[in-house]
Structure formats: C-alpha cells, structure tokens
C-alpha cells in the first residue's frame, strides 16, 4: 500500500501524472478509468433466494422428519403427516428470510459513496458522477460534503475538518491539513493529509488528488473484509444437529430391538413393523425445530419491548452464551456527547455536573455545591467560552436542540448550566471578526463589539494559548501573570490531561481602539487567562449497572476503539472493568504481536486503542480461537467487519450506520449498553427454556419406547397399538412442550456463569435424570397396564386403554417438573405459567374424549374406564411427580448435581 500521507503533494502529482491547478485531462482519465474500473465498491454474487431455500433442507433431521411424514402418510395418519411437514416448511421459510436479509449489507456500504463529485479537469470545474473519479482526478470538496474517494489534501482553509467517526471511532471532528506526516506507519485516525470515502466535511473547504478508488480504498477493504467473512452456525445450531443425530440413532436402534424381538415371539410382520415404525415416529423428536423457533420468534418479541430487535433468531440463543463482549466506545459505553467536567480558574476548581449536553447540572468546590453568580473568575471564563464560539444550543420544549462542533457545544452546555446562554450573550456583543483554528495555531479568536467597547475573546491548546497571555484574571482583578502562575496553570492542565480529559484554555483583551490588522499576530496577544477548561465524552450512567451485571453473570468486557489510549483506559477504570492486571494495547502493538502472542495476552487485554478494522477482527478472533462466545457491538462503518465476524454482532439503533445494522445479528433501539445485557438475560431464559423442553421430550420419548422394549423383552403383550403410540406423541409433544418454550425467565439467571462453549444441551448430569424419569415413566405405564390385565383380569383393550392413558397423564404431571431441577414445584408458583396450565389442561381433556366420547372408540381402539380404574391411572400418572420432588430435596442436602 503506498503511504500517500508521506508524499509531497508535487511527488503525488508526478506519480499520478495530474497537475495540482488544472488537474487531469478529459483523455488521461478516461484511460486510467479503463485501467482502474469504477469507483465503486464490487460486491460478490450472493446466493439467490432459491439456493438459500433449498439449503434448508440439507439437515439430517429435516430429511428424517419428511421420512416421518411419508410413514405417517402411509399409516394414514394425516394429521401427524401435515403437521410434521407444516414444521418442516416453516422452518425453511424463517431460515429463507433470515438469511435473505444478510446478503444485502454491501448495498449499505454503497450508500455512503456520494453519488456525484465536484472535480478539476483540464482546468476546468465541473460536476461528474462519483463513479467516474480516477486516480489523479483533482477534486472540490466542502462542508456539507461527501468525500467520494480516499484523497490527499493539495489545499484546504484554516478551518477545515472532517467528521470520521464512523470510519475511525474519533468522536471528534479532525481538523485536516496539506503539510507532510513525516512517520511510515501511521494509524488511521491520525493521517490528518488524507480524506476517506465515507466520511464528511463539517467545516471549511479544500481541494485533494484521488489517490485510491472503488475496492482499493478504506471502506472497500471493509467491504472486502465483510464478503470474506462466512457465517458459522450458532452454538445451538451445532448442539441440536449433533443431538437429534444421537437421538435418531439411538431410536433406530431401540425400534430394530423390539422390532426382532417382536418377531422371534411370533408376531405378524406387517404388525410388528407398522408398530416399530410407529414407535421410531413417535420418539423422534419432530417437534424440537418448532419448539425451537417458536421459543425464539416469543423471545424476540420480549426483546422488543426491551429495546432490542432482532434480525436473526438464532442470535437470541448466542448472546444468551456469550462469554465476551467486546465494544465499541464512542457512543455504544460514552453518550458521544462531550461534557465538561472541570473548570479552572487562577483561584479555585470547579467540578461540572451532568452528562451529555443537557444543560442541567451543577457547580461543586471541596466545600460543597456553589452558586457561580459568586464566582465572577467562572463567569468570566464560561463567558469568553460562549463568546468564541460556532456552536449552537437551545432548549425547546424539554429537549435539548444542538448544532456544531461537540467541543464547543460540551461548553455552552457548560455555561448554560450557570445561567450564561450563547443567544442572550450575542445580544450584547456581536461579532466583528473572527480569526478560526487552524492546526499550527492551535486556537481561535473572535472579536466582538459591546456598545464602543471591543473585547477578543480566544481557546485554545492551553500550552500555547498561555505564550500570548500576560496578565491573569484572579477575583474579578486583572493581574500580571508571573513565571509561577504558568507553572500553576500548566500543573493543573497537566493533572486533567492524565485524567483523560481534553483541556482547553481561555482568555480574552479588551481592545483599547479598533485594530489596523485582524491577523492572528496582532490580535491573539497580551491576553487575559480566565481559565481552563476540561472535558471528555463521558460513560453513560447506565452502563455502570449493565457492567455489574456482566461480571456477577461471568461476563468479560472488552473495549475496542478508534479513540487515544488514555481516554479509553480512563473510561475503563470509570465503568470498573480496568484492573491492576489489565492491559491496554494501541493497533500499533498489535501489529507487532503474531497471532499467537495476541492468542496468549488476549485475556489480559481489556482495551484495544486507535485500532483499525484489521485490528478489530483480530481480537474477535482471537478470543475466539481462545474458546470464547463473542459478542461485538458496534455502530461506525469501521466496526462491520468486527461487528460481523463476531458469534453475535450488535448494532446500535439510532447512531449505527445502515453499514453495521445490516452485518448484525441484533439492534439496540435506544443505544443503551443496558439493553445488551437485557438481551443477554432473555437469551439465557430462552436456550433454559429449549433445554427444558428437550429434557421434556425425550424423558417423555424415553419412556415410550420402554414401555414397548419391556413389555417385549418379559414376553408381555403389546400394550400399545401404533395409533395409540402416534396419539401419545401428539398430545405430548404438542401443546404441554410449546408451553415449556414460554416459562418466566428465572429471576436469578444473570448470577450463574456463562454456559461453557462446548457444554452438550445434555449434560451427565441432566442424561441421568432424564434417564430416571422415563424409566418410571414406562414402570407406571406398565404398572396400570398389568394391574388392569392380571389383577382386574380384564381384555386387552381396556388394560391398553389404562396404558394409554397412564403414559399420557404421567407426561403431562412432568411437564411441570420439567420447570426446574433445582426448585420444588411448589416454590415455583404453578399458575405463573399459566400456558402449561392450560396446555395440560387441555391435553388431559382430549385424552379423555378419546376413552369416553363413543365416536373415537373405535379409531383409538380404546374403552370406557371405570372410576376405580381412574383412580388408579391418577395415582400411577403422579408418581413421576413425587419421585422428582423427593430427588429435588435430596439434591438440595447433599448436592449430587448442578442443574437449573
């Protein structure tokens, strides 16, 4: 990569073979178009709808469930048929539109590119489409302007600047210039000769060289960055594909068992396979890919009224596991508004109130709150602020309306806090001239008019302001300032510096007659120093909380900005993620680190400064190859790659560019920190709640098949017909399971520690369990299977019925188990899910209809149960209930496992 900032600007031009008045000729950059393509960002095929659609349906489980669905077909149970393939079709829509809509973030790339440019050719200005420029190509640019190319400034006026912060994370606007950087390697927030496509003038006006275009400037490499980025499935995803794989096998197997046992007794073959076919339908889990998406379209409606929206639904269940949280500073931990915190003047400190530009706020000294009205060195100093100043700020109804430049908004606000408003100000002294910043200078100058009286009022860096002040304001007196009050002055600025805050000083004249001459040599001297003046874009209060929140929840915060090494340290030690042990590296120290070094410090590293997209993706990675579930927020352009690279991108919702919401899994309406950790809740509650639900399905599942597996392993008769077994599956895996999806959120989720990345969905722990319960689940089964068929010596159509109905009410009592490991139902509070009450509630109505209400009978090849029979099947069907509560109190004395 040529190093354009190192280049004289006549180097540049011979290079590029343009001229820095009359720029190229008609005919030169119509060849360098042929040769370098048009500016503008290529983007790679993407897949068409109908690739992405037919993608769908490449899992194992897919194409099992469309086996099942062909089975239940031939059995003729048409219901199980249309509502397993109505599952398997909606799960390919949801995945068809989720993934359509990720293919689009390069055409939100391309709208950051101006769409025309104001250009020097053949020493001629004229307006040409932005897709045209060259390399070479003279260009006009203004404020207000987009720049439509990565340019080296030829000229520019004193007061011209750049707002970069979504390419760079500088908050800030940069003040730009022509002169030679003289250092090789520069990052990219601190090459101040060079323009960025993307990026927009606020102030001034300069002309510049095109030296890249299309794909070879900065945003086209983020462009490139984002393309070769691929999506990898989801920690849920790679759990549930690798688990209903487990589960088919081990079904197929469990079903070939008794199938041959069936056989070797000298069962009908067509019976025996239509009833292990039943069986393998019934115990795989067809309704997990529903349950699944239907937890996560519920949650993603929670999350809305949260502040989040979000764009990919198996996000939810990623930041419900993510162990890292790397963030952007700039307006995602800070407001992005400055605020002055600190005024100094020759005799007191002040601390300043208050966050964001929001005039409300207070003054304080060591002695408590203070009045400034009684402070008249403050007044003065605050004033002389609002009186050199370009920025607006007003207040209509309730809201704080603003315009400028942040820094000289951060001191009105300042000042409109001690009762001094810029417009009331203005009234009194209007303007005569006004001498702007300029980059050597380092400060500005207006003079303004009060009646015959002219006063220059000046801020600036105050290491060169206080060279032309001679005289200092101390209580209200103007006075000599002596060798000490420098050395006074510089150790306060000193002091504010190595807080992280940006200072600015501030001093005024009173002219004694209109000047000859309004150069900066004649008017910015024999000044007054009123004071100093510290500010710094601040944390938002609420972050503070969510931080608590992310380390009591095992969580790690990293901070990965454009901004100085010091502001981001100062606003890390602030919000109480910066220890004795943490590091802070700049992109410069990450250059010189191998992949493997980062990979060995990456833990200790909690703050990433004037970093570069490069640099951004490689701490993703590497905490990524370290094992971590990483979620990265973002809102500037320079934060796509990252944001996408990441197991879970975040978007900000009102400063994200269109760039980074369309690479993102999720957006935070209201920019609020907060709001991730809200997500990370109702993430956590969701993947409890899937868990739930499959602990459910296959105890339930579980106990089917051993039911059938006992009975013909003792040589008993089959104690369920194959519609009997599809019916079990229905009203089990149906309502009851969709219900488990929706439970409350567990109040105390965000104290337990993240989930492990390569935690199985079943744990041992949860496996024997699960074991347990189907295993009582099939011995009541059987239990009211027998006690009907040798105790009552009844037909095998009624002992069937008694089995039937055991096995579904059994289900349908350790749905409520299925709660919690830990706690006691009763603790739990039943009807605070007042859908598995209902749920149950009605599954227990349709299995009595199909044992009592005549029509069904003979479908269901059942009969009609006596009360004692009744009776019986309640106390059978609870025991799996009692059993758990009793193992629940066991485990809470002596601690056998840790589930939730």
Not at 548 to 560: D, L, N
Request: glycine share 6%; aromatic share 6%.
């Amino acid at each position: 990569m040529t190093k354009w900032w190192h280049l004289a600007v006549e180097e540049i031009a011979r290079t590029l073979g343009t001229d820095g008045k009359a720029g190229l000729s008609e005919s030169a950059a119509a060849e360098k178009l042929t040769t370098h393509g048009a500016n503008e960002l290529l983007e790679k095929k993407g897949r068409g709808p109908l690739a992405i659609l037919l993608d769908q349906f490449k899992g194992l489980i897919i194409w099992v469930l469309i086996g099942a669905a062909l089975v239940s077909g031939f059995l003729k149970e048409w219901v199980d048929a249309l509502a397993i393939l109505a599952i398997v079709v909606l799960n390919a829509i949801l995945g068809l539109v989720q993934e359509h809509r990720a293919e689009k973030s390069l055409a939100a790339l391309k709208k950051l590119s101006a769409p025309s440019s104001k250009v020097i050719r053949d020493s001629a200005a004229r307006i040409i489409p932005s897709r045209e420029l060259v390399p070479g190509d003279l260009i006009e640019v203004e404020a207000g302007d987009h720049i439509p190319a990565d340019s080296r400034v030829n000229w520019h006026t004193s007061n011209f600047a750049v707002q970069e912060a979504s390419l760079t994370g500088e908050s800030m606007p940069v003040n730009k210039t022509d002169i030679i950087l003289e250092a090789m390697d520069i990052p990219l927030a601190e090459r101040a000769n060079i323009l960025y496509l993307g990026t927009a003038v606020v102030s001034g006006k300069a002309r510049a060289f095109v030296v890249e275009t299309g794909m070879q400037t900065e945003l086209g490499r983020i462009a490139g960055l984002i393309q070769d980025i691929k999506k990898e499935t989801t920690p849920l995803q790679k759990k549930l594909e690798e688990f209903g794989k487990l589960i088919i096998y081990l079904c197929f197997v469990l079903v070939a068992v008794v199938f041959g046992l069936e056989i070797i007794r000298g069962g009908k073959v067509l019976d025996m396979f239509l009833t292990s076919v039943s069986l393998a339908v019934a115990a795989i889990p067809e309704g997990l890919p529903a349950v699944v998406t239907i937890a996560l379209a519920l949650g993603v409606q929670r999350m809305v009224r949260r502040n989040v929206l979000i764009r990919k639904l198996a996000s939810v269940e990623t930041l419900g596991s993510a162990t890292v949280i790397c963030s952007d500073k700039t307006g995602t931990l800070t407001k992005n508004e400055m605020t002055v915190q600190a005024v100094w003047t020759s005799r007191d400190a002040f601390e300043v109130t208050g966050t964001g530009y929001d005039p409300s706020g207070e003054f304080r000294s060591d002695s408590g709150s203070v009045d400034p009205c009684r402070h008249p060195d403050l007044l003065k100093a605050l004033t002389a602020g609002v009186l050199c100043n370009n920025a607006q700020l007003t207040v209509k109804d309730a809201k704080t309306i603003v315009f400028g430049d942040p820094t000289e908004i951060a001191i009105l606000s300042a000042a409109a806090k001690a009762g001094i408003w810029k417009g009331e100000e203005e009234q009194a002294y209007e303007i005569v001239e006004e001498i702007p910043f300029d980059s050597e200078r380092k400060k500005m100058s207006i003079v303004r008019r009060a009646d015959q009286d002219m006063t220059v009022f000046t801020k600036g860096a105050p290491d060169l302001l206080l060279k032309d002040c001679t005289y200092v304001l101390e209580d209200g007196v103007e006075r000599p300032l002596a060798a000490e009050d420098r050395e006074r002055i510089m150790k306060a600025n000193d002091a504010y510096s190595d807080q992280a805050l940006r200072v600015l000083a501030v001093a005024y004249r009173n002219l004694d007659q209109e000047p000859h001459s309004y150069e900066a040599e004649a008017i910015e001297k024999d000044l007054t120093f009123a004071g100093l003046v510290a500010m710094i874009d601040p944390p938002r209060p609420e972050v503070r909380e969510a931080m608590a929140k992310c380390r009591t929840s095992g969580i790690r915060t990293v901070m990965i900005t454009g901004d100085h090494r010091n502001t981001a340290v100062a606003i890390a030690r602030e919000l109480g993620f910066y220890g004795e042990d943490s590091r802070a590296l700049t992109g410069d120290d990450v250059d010189r680190l191998s992949d493997t070094e980062l990979d060995a410090s990456v833990e200790q590293v909690v703050v990433y400064a004037r970093v570069s997209p490069e640099h951004k993706l490689r701490a993703v990675r590497a905490w990524r190859r370290n094992g971590g579930i990483v979620a990265m927020t973002g809102d500037g352009v320079n934060d796509a790659p990252a944001v996408k690279e990441a197991d879970i991108g975040v978007a900000m919702g009102i400063t994200g560019t269109d760039v980074t919401k369309e690479v993102s899994d999720m957006v935070i309406t209201d920019d609020n920190f907060a709001s991730i950790v809200a997500a990370v809740e109702e993430g956590r509650g969701i993947y409890d709640n899937i868990r739930k639900f499959i602990h459910f399905l296959l105890s339930c599942n579980l106990g089917e098949i051993l039911v059938m597996f006992t009975s013909a392993l003792l040589g008993f008769p089959v104690p369920l017909l194959p519609i009997q077994i599809l019916w079990v599956n229905l009203v089990t895996d149906g309502l009851p399971a969709l219900a488990l999806g929706v439970d409350p959120v567990d109040p105390n989720i965000m104290e337990r520690p993240p989930r492990k990345p390569g935690e199985p969905v079943i744990t041992g722990a949860r496996a024997w369990l699960i074991s347990l319960q189907g295993v009582v689940i099939a011995a009541c089964s059987l239990g009211a299977f027998l006690f009907v068929l040798l105790y009552e010596k009844e037909g095998i159509d009624r002992a069937r019925t008694a089995a039937l109905a055991t096995l579904a009410c059994s289900q349908l009592f350790h749905a409520f188990n299925c709660r919690s490991m830990k706690i006691s139902l009763f603790k739990l509070k039943v009807f605070s899910n007042p859908q598995l009450v209902y749920a149950t509630g009605l599954s227990f109505l349709l299995q009595m209809a199909i044992i009592y209400v005549p029509v069904f009978q003979p479908i269901f090849k059942t009969e009609a149960l006596s009360a004692l029979d009744l009776g019986m099947i309640m106390a059978f069907s609870s025991l799996p209930l009692w059993i758990m509560e009793l193992v629940k109190a066991l485990n809470r004395k002596f601690h056998f496992y840790v589930l939730y």
